[in-house]
């Protein structure tokens, strides 16, 4: 067991040292560290500036309750002394393996204990506790940049928006209106939320919509918007959907749904988590469609991807 742990802490200690360098560069706070590296220590560790979120992905082993919780604990150790963050200040949830978006929708606690931290000079609500994921997905940092730099003048909507992350980019890089859909009435107050504490509060410009996106699509009028973006759940079968969503099965009929309403040369950036996703281009009514998995994928993610991400014009 310790020796285990030793190759653990040296694992740790290496990507830990490359990647707070590689984040120092970039004037970044918030970063994974940690995927799987080492098959015996099947975590996720995030950093929140000054917070650690640890993911353990269910296994099979061959440990007692108490000798589980003990390696546990070993392992918290370990990561508090290379990190350099306090116990009290880790954050742990189990996971199932073959977790997805879909997951986020799944409540654990409700300890409503909410935190901001600051991405690219824009401030973001974060909660550990409550959810199985914390309200910022870090694989997209580079896409919400290439949105904000591009949506100046034009008409946003954020699809599947969860709590806005992608909507307050868009704000705040002089989008002409921000519109936010989203089927948990909890998300979207996460995202006016996250609209607040960044000062973004023209409700003329910036809407928050609670609908099932494949419904709310069949409503939007050609030339009614210039960018979207949507990254839908894998699958979800949610009570308040008319039907449910498998997104290799109905990804076609998404997206030449958007490009309906897009105006002429309008762009979609559709990501999706699954991770045996094919695309069917050949279906999609679009002008251009470029895989720019490789291009969004942040230095904390590489080789450690399992999402795709393309801009898909009309």
């Known amino acids: 067991m310790q020796e285990k742990l ?47 979120y640890i993911a353990e992905y269910l296994r099979r082993h061959k440990l007692t309750e108490e000798e589980h919780e003990a390696w546990l604990e070993n392992c918290i150790t370990i990561i508090c002394k290379i990190i350099g963050v306090k116990n009290e200040d880790v954050y742990i949830k189990h996971r199932k393996r073959k977790s997805n978006r879909h997951d986020q929708y799944e409540k ?17 609500l974060i909660n550990l506790t409550d959810y199985l994921d914390t309200g910022l997905f870090l694989d997209h940092r580079i896409t919400r940049t290439m949105v904000k730099e591009e949506c100046a003048g034009k008409r946003v909507l954020n699809l599947f928006a969860y709590t806005g992350s992608f909507s307050v980019y868009a704000a705040s890089g002089k989008a002409t209106s921000v519109t936010t859909v989203d089927l948990s009435k909890t998300y979207l107050q ?46 979800s ?62 230095f904390d993610f590489e080789g450690k991807l399992k999402r795709w991400c393309y801009k898909i014009t009309k």
């Open 6 to 52: 030793q190759m653990f802490e040296n694992r740790l200690l290496k990507v830990f040292k490359h990647k707070s360098k590689l984040a120092k560069r970039q004037q970044m706070s918030c970063y994974r560290i940690y995927d799987h590296d080492l098959p015996e220590f099947p975590f996720c560790i995030e950093l929140y500036e000054k917070r650690i």
């Open 190 to 235: 996460w995202a006016e939320d996250n609209f607040t504490i960044n000062l973004l509060k023209d409700k003329n410009k910036f809407t928050f919509i609670h609908a099932d996106v494949k419904q709310y699509l069949k409503t939007l009028q050609p030339n009614s918007v210039d960018l979207v973006i949507m990254d839908p759940p894998t699958f």
């Open 237 to 298: 079968n949610s009570k308040r959907m008319k039907d449910f969503l498998d997104i290799q099965q109905d990804h076609v009929t998404l997206i030449n749904d958007v490009l309906h309403a897009l105006s002429a040369n309008g762009v979609i950036y559709f990501s999706t988590n699954y991770t045996k996703f094919i695309l069917d281009a050949n279906n999609i009514q679009a002008s251009q469609i470029k895989d720019i998995t490789k291009q969004t994928t942040p």
């Open 108 to 124: 654990t606690a409700n300890k409503k204990d909410f935190f901001v931290v600051e991405e690219n000079g824009l401030k973001f």
